[in-house]
């Protein structure tokens, strides 16, 4: 099974992808520090694949966040500082020299750990964008989608009704109609054959 990674960066974010299919959660550990990058895709009980580096500049923890797609993991770094990166280890200083032309050149090639052949990551990051928007979720993730969604595009009536729905009914109802939900309180309804419990009690 082949795998690889690769990276691109916006102003706000550098973003590695592992391209490797199928991963499971369980077959997956990130670390993320302010300066490093550690991550173990579980391939077999005989073979990991993994990352462990020093990044270039500091990022935030905090935010920073991975997921788990279909076809790879993406791993995005929130920058602590709105500056470029060069690559994406941290490298011995080298001079540098080159023309303007080879400045507006550069502008559109970005950083790649492929020194020999430098990848065009505008292409690929709208490539990345493209797979992601194609890349139906599914289950519990297509459902938080679609309150994401409706949540978004919703008049403040939609989002007042279903924060109040939400945080009232302890998660087991969502409304989007004000009209009926700001009038009354509104009560719990969990699943066929369970039972709320109010854990204060």
């Known amino acids: 099974m082949g795998i690889r990674h690769e990276w691109f960066q916006t102003e706000q974010c550098i973003t590695v ?52 797609l279909k076809t790879k993991v993406e791993i995005t770094l929130m920058k602590a500082t709105a500056v470029r990166w060069d690559s994406l280890e941290q490298t011995e200083m080298v001079g540098s020299a080159g023309s303007a032309a080879g400045s507006a050149a550069a502008q559109h090639v970005y950083p790649t750990s492929n020194r020999r052949n430098p990848v065009d990551w505008d292409k690929v990051e709208a490539e990345v964008v493209k797979a992601d928007e194609e890349e139906k979720p599914e289950g519990d993730a297509a459902l938080n989608d679609l309150f994401q969604k409706i949540y978004a ?10 924060i109040k729905s939400f945080q009232e009914s302890g998660g087991t109802v969502l409304s989007t109609n004000w009209n009926e ?20 009690e």
């Not at 595009?153 to 279903?162: L, N, Q, W, Y």
């Not at 939900?181 to 204060?200: A, H, L, Q």
């Open 17 to 68: 992808t592992i391209f490797a299919k199928g991963v499971l959660q369980e077959q997956l550990q990130v670390q993320i520090g302010a300066r490093n990058l550690g991550a173990n895709v579980k391939i077999d009980d005989h073979t990991n694949y993994t990352l462990d580096l020093i990044l270039q500049h500091p990022v935030n923890p905090d935010t920073s966040s991975h997921r788990i």
């Open 153 to 162: 595009d919703g008049s403040e009536d939609t989002k007042r009704a279903m």
């Open 181 to 200: 939900i700001g009038t009354k309180p509104v009560d719990v309804k969990p699943p066929d054959g369970m039972e709320y419990k109010n854990w204060s």
